[in-house]
């Protein structure tokens, strides 16, 4: 069991930078891939980046490519999410989750954080 709780959201302006964190519970953390998933209202959940379990590689959506930046470090078994150059539409409930490998596709995820919303204004 691994359990996950985000942190950092909040309001913030366009062009602003935020970076949430989740940190997880149990000592399998480094065993797990992070991902990290939006959902706006009226949306779908959409995926946004992933990091692998050792932290060498990372993957995002095109989105957020070049603006968003996924790092973990395993001994404090946390991730975070950098987000930079924000816009309106990256205003969402972000969640963490953590998968055995790294994915896009949100199926794989056996553990959910319960999110921690972001709110862009223009």
């Known amino acids: 069991q691994v359990q996950l709780v985000e942190s950092g959201g909040g309001p913030v302006q366009a062009g602003g930078s935020l970076t949430l964190s989740c940190a997880a519970s149990?000592?399998?953390?480094?065993?797990?891939?992070m991902g990290w998933f939006r959902q706006a209202p009226g949306k779908e959940r959409e995926f946004v980046g992933v990091?692998?379990?050792?932290?060498?590689?990372?993957d995002y959506a095109p989105s957020v490519k070049g603006r968003f930046i996924i790092s973990r470090d395993n001994a404090k078994n946390t991730v975070y999410l950098q987000m930079n150059s924000l816009q309106p539409e990256d205003t969402a409930r972000y969640y963490c989750?953590?998968?055995?490998?790294?994915?896009?596709?949100?199926?794989?995820?056996?553990?959910w954080g319960q999110g921690t919303q972001v709110t862009v204004s223009s």
């Open positions: 989750a953590a998968s055995p490998v790294p994915t896009s596709e949100d199926r794989n995820y056996a553990y």
């Open positions: 149990g000592d399998m953390f480094s065993a797990y891939a």
């Open positions: 990091i692998s379990q050792r932290g060498l590689s990372a």
